[in-house]
C-alpha cells in the first residue's frame, strides 16, 4: 500500500476506508506536507472502487490543532503564506467534491483549521468531551478560511459567535447547532460511527456519487434552478442500471444487488 507523510489509511472488508491524521506530536496540525497528503490520499481513494465510504480521524490526544504556527511563522513570505491557504483551500473542495461521503470521527481537539476540516466532511461524530474552536482572533488572525465551512453548516449569528469570541465550545453545543451530527462515549464512538458507515456503504456508489454531488450543487442555487437541476438529477439517476435494481428488489421483495454502474 503506498505511504503518505503523516497520514495511516487503512481499509476493511465492508467498502469503509479510514484515514488515521498521524502527527501526534503537533497535535495532527494540518502541516503543508499533511495537507497535501491528504489531498494525495483523497485521490487515491477517489480511484478506489472498492471504498464506498471515508472516515477520518486523529491519532494521539486529538483530533487536530489546525495550521501549525511554528510553520506559519517559519514561511515569512506572502507567496508562501499564499501557497499554503490555497493548497488547505484545496483539500477542503476536494472532500466537499469527493465521489465518496466522508465522515469525521472527532476526539479531544478540533481547533481552527481542524475545525474548518470537520465542517468540510459530510457527515461528523465525536466524543462527548471533544471541544471545537476557531481561535485565530486569539492570536490576531481571523479565521477567515475556516469560516467558509463553518459558516455553510452553522447558523450565521452562532458563527460569528465562535469566529468573534474565538472560545470553546462543547461537543453537546457543536451538535446542538449542526457543526456535528451527534456525539458519544469514548468507549462508544468507533462502534457507533461504524454503525453508520456500514449503512452508507450497503447502498450504490453510484447514486451516493450522484446524490453528493447533487446535493452541494443545489445548496447555493435559487429555489426555482435548485427544482430544475435535481429533476435533472433524479432523470440522469433513473438511467442507472442500480436505480432499476433497486426498484425491481423493492417490488419483489428481496435486497438489490448493486452494480455500481
Not at 481571523?142 to 469566529?163: D, E, G, H, I, Y
Request: glycine share 6%.
Amino acid at each position: 500500500m503506498k505511504t503518505f507523510k503523516n497520514i495511516i489509511l487503512s481499509k476493511n472488508n465492508n467498502g469503509i476506508s479510514r484515514i488515521i491524521l498521524n502527527d501526534p506530536k503537533t497535535y495532527n496540525s494540518l502541516s503543508l506536507a499533511t495537507i497535501n497528503s491528504l489531498i494525495a490520499v483523497f485521490k487515491t481513494l477517489e480511484k478506489d472502487k472498492k471504498t464506498k465510504v471515508i472516515i477520518i480521524e486523529g491519532a494521539g490526544k486529538g483530533f487536530s490543532a489546525g495550521h501549525n504556527l511554528n510553520e506559519i511563522q517559519s514561511l515569512k513570505n506572502k507567496t508562501s503564506y499564499q501557497k499554503l491557504f490555497n493548497q488547505c483551500s484545496k483539500l477542503m473542495m476536494n472532500i466537499i467534491n469527493h465521489n465518496k461521503p466522508v465522515i469525521a470521527k472527532v476526539h479531544g481537539a478540533a481547533f481552527a483549521a481542524g475545525c474548518q476540516l470537520v465542517a468540510s466532511c459530510d457527515l461528523a461524530f465525536s466524543s462527548k468531551e471533544a471541544i471545537f474552536s476557531t481561535p485565530g482572533v486569539n492570536i490576531g488572525l481571523f479565521c477567515s478560511t475556516p469560516m467558509v465551512a463553518l459558516s455553510r453548516k452553522v447558523n450565521k449569528k452562532k458563527a460569528m459567535q465562535m469566529l468573534l469570541t474565538g472560545e470553546p465550545i462543547k461537543a453537546s453545543y457543536a451538535k446542538e447547532i449542526g457543526l456535528i451530527n451527534d456525539c458519544f462515549t469514548k468507549s462508544k464512538l468507533d462502534t457507533e460511527i461504524m454503525k453508520i458507515a456500514k449503512i452508507i456503504s450497503s447502498k450504490s456508489s453510484v447514486t451516493l456519487n450522484i446524490g453528493k454531488g447533487a446535493f452541494y450543487k443545489q445548496l447555493e442555487m435559487p429555489l426555482d434552478k435548485a427544482y430544475k437541476y435535481t429533476s435533472k438529477i433524479m432523470t440522469k439517476n433513473m438511467m442507472t442500471a442500480d436505480a432499476n435494481e433497486g426498484i425491481n428488489s423493492f417490488l419483489e421483495k428481496r435486497s438489490p444487488v448493486w452494480k455500481n454502474k
